[in-house]
């Protein structure tokens, strides 16, 4: 089964200072991982993912993220947070071996303090 | 290029009544999926679609829910009768896919916030 754990409720950092968001996945074939972010009143929009070859992905708005299959984790990262930044992340599975199901984290709260 | 678009974008009624939320995905997309958000149970599948076909519905809570998708570019959630436990944000996400397969992500609505009182 597919699972994804992302262990803080919330971060708190300081505009300026880099980031890193948790997320921990499980499943029975290799991954599909994806990060999405969340604004107040709005959909999830898509800001990166990792499919297969090199193990850091860049992604939107300066996000990056790393890929460690030995750790099972996929963290969101950024050099220079901003408080733009400030918005509900999901972390989010899918296993490459079959089927369209996403399993999604329950999400971490950033935010950014000026 | 329009996004995934749903309406309403808020709905208040009163228990009992009938629900409707549609959608409508993206264009070329043929996968649909059907999401309920709360601040107690996060973000949860309800059902999802793939080329106008139910193909897991073990995420709708119970009999009163119900979805459809006569074409490719409309798809609707039907509640009925509404109870105020399904007060929610709903959210309906579109997504390219393979046979098989997606390594797509998904593109989500602004969501449909649903007041039962």
């Known amino acids: 089964a597919q699972s994804v754990a992302q262990p803080e409720d919330q971060v708190n950092v300081a505009e300026g200072n880099p980031l890193t968001v948790k997320c921990t996945y499980s499943v029975s074939g290799n991954p599909y991982l994806f990060w999405y972010v969340q604004y107040p009143n709005r959909g999830l929009q898509f800001l990166l993912k990792?499919?297969?070859?090199?193990?850091l992905v860049k992604g939107s708005y300066g996000f990056e993220a790393e890929f460690n299959k030995s750790q099972t984790s996929f963290h969101l990262k950024k050099p220079s947070a901003l408080v733009s930044d400030s918005a509900l992340y999901f972390c989010?599975?899918?296993?490459?071996?079959?089927?369209?199901?996403?399993?999604f984290g329950a999400g971490t709260r950033l935010f950014v303090k000026a | 290029d329009a996004g995934v678009i749903q309406s309403p974008r808020h709905e208040v009624t009163e228990m009992g009544q009938e629900v409707t939320l549609r959608c409508k995905p993206i264009s070329g997309h043929n996968s649909l999926f059907w999401y309920r958000q709360t601040m107690m149970r996060g973000l949860e599948l309800l059902i999802y679609f793939n080329n106008n076909v139910p193909i897991d519905d073990s995420g709708m809570p119970e009999d009163r829910f119900s979805a459809k998708m006569p074409n490719a570019s409309f798809s609707t959630l039907k509640i009925q009768p509404s109870e105020p436990r399904d007060s929610a944000v709903y959210f309906c996400?579109?997504?390219?896919?393979?046979?098989?397969?997606?390594?797509?992500?998904?593109?989500f609505g602004d969501g449909t916030r649903l007041s039962i009182l």
């Open positions: 990792y499919i297969t070859g090199d193990n």
């Open positions: 996400a579109s997504s390219s896919t393979g046979t098989g397969y997606s390594n797509q992500p998904q593109h």
């Open positions: 989010a599975v899918r296993d490459s071996t079959g089927g369209f199901k996403t399993i």
